[in-house]
């Protein structure tokens, strides 16, 4: 069995400072592990993802995730803020990384930044 | 990149009636589309899994006769959602294994009045 874990369920943060958005997660297989964005009705778009590679991982709009099976954890970063990363994250497991495997989402973290 | 294009984006149906929801894979074949819903401000759950071909396979909890699920080419998934009411008012997204990646549709927001 599969399961995210997303510590916060809202985090503000001023314009131009670091994010943080936490991820832990249960897996009993060496997992892959995504995130995802997602704006107001709007579909998911995928950041970034590890599958067993790099445990530094980098995605799109200054995005990066870093892989620490020790600590289960998969948390997403960003140096600085920008408005436009206002949304809605969700932190995503597959258990083989296979593909056309189900997808276990995390409860999400919405994303407020402060001008 | 793969795209699923989802349509329609938004539909408003009468309670009892019936709504129709494609997912198409534009630039890919997909053997097997994911079928998800989300309630406000909640999380994305599950609802079934569709392979071309084949019966979907439903998760827990999920009405396999009001919840129709077809898939019967390699670029078209549907689901209809069967004598719709209230309660069925939510936000629907279609996923699809691009063979990198998982892509998915826009969403649907269904609204049953």
């Known amino acids: 069995a599969q399961s995210v874990t997303q510590l916060d369920s809202h985090v503000s943060v001023s314009e131009g400072t670091p994010v943080l958005l936490r991820c832990n997660y249960s897996?009993?297989?060496?997992?892959?592990l995504f995130w995802y964005v997602q704006h107001p009705n709007k579909g998911l778009q995928l950041l970034l993802k590890?599958?067993?590679?790099?445990?530094l991982v980098k995605g799109i709009n200054g995005f990066e995730a870093e892989f620490k099976k020790s600590e289960t954890s998969f948390h997403l970063t960003k140096p600085s803020a920008h408005m436009s990363d206002a949304a809605e994250y969700f932190c995503?497991?597959?258990?083989?990384?296979?593909?056309?495997?189900?997808?276990?989402f995390g409860t999400g973290t919405r994303l407020t930044i402060i001008p | 990149g793969a795209v699923v294009s989802q349509h329609p984006s938004w539909v408003i149906c009468k309670s009892g009636t019936s709504v129709k929801i494609e997912c198409r894979s534009l630039?890919?074949?997909?053997?097997?589309m994911f079928w998800y819903r989300q309630f406000p401000k909640q999380s994305l759950m599950l609802m079934a899994t569709?392979?071309?071909?084949?019966?979907?396979?439903?998760e827990q909890g999920v009405e396999k006769d009001k919840f129709l699920i077809n898939h019967a080419s390699l670029t078209l998934s549907t689901l209809t959602v069967t004598s719709a009411h209230p309660e069925d008012s939510s936000f629907y997204i279609c996923?699809?294994?691009?063979?990198?990646?998982?892509?998915f549709g826009s969403g649907t927001r269904l609204t049953v009045v």
């Open positions: 569709s392979n071309e071909g084949s019966k979907a396979t439903y």
């Open positions: 630039d890919f074949q997909a053997t097997t």
């Open positions: 995503v497991v597959s258990d083989r990384g296979f593909g056309n495997e189900k997808l276990t």
């Open positions: 897996s009993s297989y060496s997992p892959s």
């Open positions: 590890y599958t067993s590679a790099a445990t």
């Open positions: 996923s699809a294994w691009t063979g990198l990646g998982y892509t």
